[in-house]
């Protein structure tokens, strides 16, 4: 489930930004409610006295129990790469819930931005990640993410927020990804601490640094623990440096470009077409290598129906008919994995 919030004042003449925002693991159900009452996430975006100088849209998703918006692999910190784990189900749900949104309101497709917290906070920079030329501007708090793969993110304007004595998600994960963004060449505005120096900026002077053109921006509260979110979304900032933010000005790197829409890098996965189809579909894939190629069929829930092909191909763009007569109606994942590169995607049988 989801819910929407109109801007205030509406005008069906004029077109509006968007805001995404990802809940954390507390927040995760099917009641549509409690990603909304239990914390001030999307309820910030969407209070009047916010709407009266910033109207958007405000779209929350709530994530079901069991499930993520992404695989970080919280054992091992350290080894997650986002281009070897598939997305989730509930990360692809997200982007097709965008593009309807789009398709039916009207939303300015330059000015969309992503917020998140905690569990949220790691889905914001998977987004990113896998989608690095559908977003304006991002806010992160309290997560982290693949900080290998930073470089398909710079263009993007940033600010990460986290609580300097987080127990929950440890600080580090924050500065792992700031400290990726600066070996990129971008500066960093520290507006609090800095290593354990929490003297911090005066107003004065991240006033001027953000009217200068700041993009990457990192707020860590001192002595705040893993809930400082309300204050977060409170700073006097922060409003005004999003809502000035658009994707016209910030366009991704000609690398990064050149390669879009890829998730992964070793393989590129299109949509099965027709879709909904009955009962035979096309699963359309690109390898930019030979090697050993698996495609699956699998349900909802990521349990594996059957084979679709196992074997070797070349580099090149290749076609695999399903014909799913024996299966009932629904939505089904297919899977493609080579090599440590690994893609899915939702289809629907509709008989």
């Known amino acids: ?72 692999n919280f054992n091992d910190r350290d080894s997650y ?13 997200i982007i097709d819930l965008l593009d309807s949104l789009e398709a039916a309101y009207p939303i300015d497709p330059d000015r969309l931005y992503v917020t998140g917290l905690s569990l949220g906070g790691y889905g914001t920079w998977d987004i990113l990640m896998r989608y690095p030329e559908k977003f304006a ?42 400290e990726a963004l600066e070996r990129q060449g971008l500066p960093c505005l520290y507006t609090h601490c800095r290593y354990g120096d929490c003297t911090g900026m005066s107003n004065d002077e991240i006033q001027a640094a953000i009217e200068s053109g700041a993009r990457l921006l990192y707020t860590e509260w001192q002595g705040k623990d893993h809930v400082m979110w309300a ?43 027709p879709n909904p189809f009955n009962p035979q579909t096309t699963i359309v894939f690109d390898l930019h290598q030979s090697g050993d190629v698996r495609v699956e069929l699998l349900n909802i829930q990521g349990q594996r129906i059957r084979s679709l092909f196992l074997g070797h191909q070349e580099a090149g763009n290749h076609r695999i008919i399903v014909d799913a007569s024996g299966l009932p109606s629904g939505k089904y994942l297919y899977q493609i994995s080579s090599g440590d590169f690994c893609a899915s995607a939702i289809m629907t049988l509709q008989k």
């Not at 507390?26 to 975006?45: F, K, M, Q, Y």
């Not at 598939?86 to 749900?93: A, D, F, N, R």
């Not at 806010?139 to 600010?159: L, Y």
């Not at 006097?236 to 000035?244: A, G, N, Q, R």
């Open 231 to 273: 204050e977060s979304y409170d700073y006097p900032f922060l409003f005004p440096w999003v809502f000035s933010q658009n994707r016209k000005n910030n366009p991704p790197s000609t690398t990064v470009a050149q390669n879009m829409p890829p998730l992964i890098t070793g393989l590129e996965l299109r949509q099965n077409y």
């Open 1 to 72: 489930p989801y819910r929407l919030c109109r801007p205030d004042g509406f005008d069906p003449t004029k077109t509006y930004p968007l805001i995404l925002a990802l809940h954390g693991s507390g927040e995760c159900g099917t009641d549509n409610e409690s990603h909304i009452l239990v914390h001030r996430l999307a309820t910030s975006w969407a209070d009047s006295a916010n709407q009266k100088n910033y109207p958007c849209y405000v779209v929350a998703p709530q994530c079901p129990i069991g499930g993520a918006w992404n695989n970080y």
């Open 81 to 93: 790469r986002y281009s070897q784990v598939p997305i989730t189900l509930e990360m692809l749900t």
């Open 137 to 178: 501007a991002a806010i992160p708090m309290s997560g982290g993410g693949d900080s290998t793969a930073v470089e398909r993110i710079k263009h993007i304007p940033t600010w990460v927020f986290h609580g300097e004595k987080d127990n929950t998600v440890p600080v580090s994960e924050s500065r792992k990804m700031i």
